[in-house]
């Protein structure tokens, strides 16, 4: 199934994937020059909270669009079984 993006969503994911990049981008470097480790943890966890900002995007985006489709006609199933296979991944 191809995906689309509510707009004022799809500004923001892109956004938040730019800051991803760039606080990546900041994380090599801080390896290659061999900082504090914690320094180094710090900005991976921050890192990992910026991508939990990007999946909670998406994931809203899916509710309100695919999702709320799905639930209406007959691949009811196959959404549910995608949003429990999410859940085990997460959990």
Do not use: P, W
Request: glycine share 4%.
């Amino acid at each position: 199934m191809r995906g689309r993006i509510q707009e004022n969503l799809k500004k923001r994911a892109v956004h938040r994937l730019k800051i991803i990049k760039g606080q990546i981008n900041g994380l090599q470097k801080m390896v290659e020059s061999e900082e504090y480790c914690i320094n180094i943890l710090n900005q991976s966890l921050a890192i990992q909270e910026s991508l939990k900002s990007f999946n909670s995007l998406l994931l809203q985006n899916h509710l309100k669009t695919h999702l709320a489709e799905q639930l209406k006609g007959k691949s009811s199933d196959q959404a549910v079984k995608e949003m429990l296979k999410l859940y085990k991944f997460n959990h």
